[in-house]
């Protein structure tokens, strides 16, 4: 179908017209200046009310504008809010969606926040706890205590072991006491130079020299039937034991052999005393002060090296 | 032109406006909402001239200016100058292109934001580049697009095109 582009006739040598009688160049001489009188009388708008202040007729022409408008704004509104509702319930669901995706994460974040607060916190009662101990009357004399803490718990049924951060780089040595502030811990067995492991009390290859705080009675602090329980073995039937008892270290030394415990570091409790006609000793089961399933900040003891010691 | 159609095209934008302010400025997208007023006006000047888009332009400026108490001109100027484009580029390209109600809406919705916002510009009312063009521009062109045809097919209905003896030019004196 040939393209009917008749309004570019010229070559007939004739003014084209519209019915109304207007030819094709008057009438896009007039729109060109009905455009620009629109577009002077725009920037005449723009420039007046500009330069007038907000009560000047513009402005008064405006207010009144809108408040004609006012009625078919109202109505336009009424008419206009359930599909306006429709659109916020939509939107509302989107962005309830990503606003619940950004609340998970930033509830993720402060929980890791306060997990590592109350860690913290944690950490510092404990250290607080051991300088108190380290400063106090109970700690042992001969001693120096260093600071340290659990920073791994080999996953073992067999063994009753942890291992500290401290290691000989800061003077710790094998066989050297492990204690907190309610009392003894362990004993170093493995050295490296930034970590140790220690043997728990309530490992089976660990034993303490121990005595009974009120009794004098005197034996040996061993594992006992489950991993939170120990024994005082060998300890004579005609000493006196009695539940609630406290087992502390004995700290023995003959000649120029000692105890690698020094004396007095609280072990634990007296929770039952049995013993029957056949045993040789009494049966005592001790519950330790320590509670080995949540370790966290230890001392250990390093002996002072007299000169020409070690 | 005829005043019918003058009345008609001042009733419509004026319905568009209200409808513009009281609902589809709530149509949120990004930053940007349709512009259904300037899709009106579009297919309105492609369908009766640019007098009729001019003149459309300068009113629903108005009305716009004044339902949202801005300043009384700025819009009329744009929708104006947007107006009497696509009145002359409806009589110069109709019959020959492809997708004109597309294309002048595409042109007229970068045209129209652009000058607002050098507009704005020179009053003293910023906007980063890249937040007007990424967060205004091209969603205002999306939107816009998306209810051209329903828009146009709307004012054609309302707007008819005039009857073949009055769109054809007639060549005086032949015959």
Redesign the interface.
Same mark, same amino acid.
Do not use: D, K, M
């Given at each position: 179908m040939p393209?009917?582009?008749? *309004?570019r006739?010229p070559a %007939?040598g004739? /003014?084209?017209?519209?019915?109304d009688g207007s030819s094709?160049s008057a009438?896009a001489l007039? $729109?060109r200046l009905?455009?620009v009188a %629109?577009?002077l009388?725009?920037? *005449?708008?723009?420039t007046v009310? +500009?330069r007038e202040s907000s009560g000047g007729a %513009?402005h008064d $022409?405006?207010?009144i =504008?809108?408040s004609v408008?006012r009625p +078919? /704004?109202v109505? =336009?509104?009424r008419?206009?809010r359930p +599909?306006?509702d429709a659109?916020?319930w939509a939107s509302d669901l989107f962005d309830a969606k990503d606003e619940n995706e950004k609340l998970r994460g930033q509830v993720e974040a402060l929980r890791q926040e306060l997990i590592q607060s109350r860690t913290a916190a944690q950490e510092n009662d404990d250290l607080r706890r051991l300088l108190q101990y380290r400063d106090g009357p109970r700690f042992p004399d001969d001693y120096v205590g260093v600071a340290t803490r659990v920073i791994a718990r080999p996953p073992s049924a067999f063994k009753q072991e942890v291992v500290i951060a401290a290691g000989s780089n800061d003077g710790v040595s094998a066989y050297d006491p492990v204690v907190t502030e309610d009392g003894l811990v362990g004993l170093v067995t493995e050295v490296a130079p930034s970590a140790a492991r220690v043997t728990l009390l309530t490992d089976q290859q660990s034993a303490v020299s121990a005595v009974v705080l009120q009794s004098g009675a005197t034996g040996i602090v061993r594992h006992g039937p489950s991993s939170s329980t120990l024994v005082l073995d060998r300890v004579d039937k005609d000493k006196l034991v009695a539940v609630g008892d406290t087992v502390i270290t004995s700290g023995w030394r003959v000649g120029e052999l000692q105890s690698v415990f020094p004396y007095n570091i609280p072990i634990g409790t007296v929770t039952a005393v049995g013993q029957n006609d056949v045993d040789l000793y009494k049966r005592i089961q001790v519950t330790p002060l320590v509670d080995f399933e949540s370790l966290g900040a230890l001392i250990v003891l390093v002996r002072r090296t007299a000169p020409g010691e070690r | 032109m005829i005043a019918v159609d003058v009345v008609k095209a001042a009733a419509l934008l004026f319905l568009a406006a209200v409808l513009e302010v009281s609902l589809v400025s709530y149509l949120e997208i990004g930053e940007a909402h349709p512009e259904i007023v300037l899709v009106l006006l579009v297919s309105l000047a492609l369908l009766r001239g640019p007098v009729l888009g001019a003149l459309g332009g300068f009113w629903a400026g108005l009305v716009l200016d004044t339902a949202s108490l801005g300043t009384l001109g700025l819009t009329s100027l744009l929708l104006t100058i947007a107006g009497f484009w696509c009145g002359r580029f409806g009589e110069a390209t109709t019959r020959s292109s492809a997708n004109p109600v597309l294309v002048a809406i595409l042109l007229a919705t970068v045209g129209v934001g652009t000058g607002s916002a050098l507009l704005h510009f020179m009053l003293g009312e910023t906007l980063p580049v890249s937040d007007f063009v990424v967060g205004v521009l091209l969603p205002s062109l999306a939107l816009n697009l998306l209810l051209s045809y329903p828009v146009y097919g709307l004012a054609r209905r309302l707007f008819p095109p005039a009857p073949k003896e009055r769109r054809a030019m007639e060549v005086g004196a032949v015959g």
């Open positions: 393209r009917q582009r008749t *309004a006739l %007939l004739h /003014e084209t017209q519209w019915p094709r009438r007039r $729109a009905v455009a %629109l577009v009388v725009s920037l *005449a708008l723009i009310y +500009f %513009l $022409a405006q207010r =504008g809108l408008l +078919f /704004e109505a =336009g509104e008419v206009s +599909f306006r659109w916020g | -």
